[in-house]
């Protein structure tokens, strides 16, 4: 039997997984808003949070689509060809690990 199946079986582990999906996905989605103006892949994780509140949360559901038509807008407006937009998330993740592997390794 599947967690989410057992845990829903009475009116009071429904209420309880409600609580648990909007807390781990209302998290994620406030550390998503953060790396929105912070370094980090802000849209990626704002829409990893949504995603998780929209199984349990329709309005959650329009939520990401809205957000996810309004960054392939952007991504459109940006006018770069499809393998540059690649070639700089790819860069920005190397970059990343990099700057956390030397980050740890002092």
């Known amino acids: 039997m599947k967690l989410r199946t057992w845990v829903r079986r009475t009116p009071a582990g429904r209420l309880f997984w ?31 949070g949504l995603g998780i509140l929209a199984t349990e949360f329709a309005w959650a559901g329009r939520a990401m689509e809205k957000t996810k038509s309004a960054a392939k807008s952007a991504a459109d407006k940006s006018g770069l060809p499809i393998w540059v937009k690649y070639f700089i998330v790819a860069g920005g993740a190397v970059v990343s690990i990099i700057a956390v592997i030397i980050y740890y390794w002092r």
């Open 18 to 48: 409600r609580v648990f999906i909007g807390s781990l996905g209302g998290g994620i989605t406030v550390l998503g808003a953060i790396f929105l103006v912070a370094p980090g892949p802000g849209v990626l994780v704002l829409l990893a």
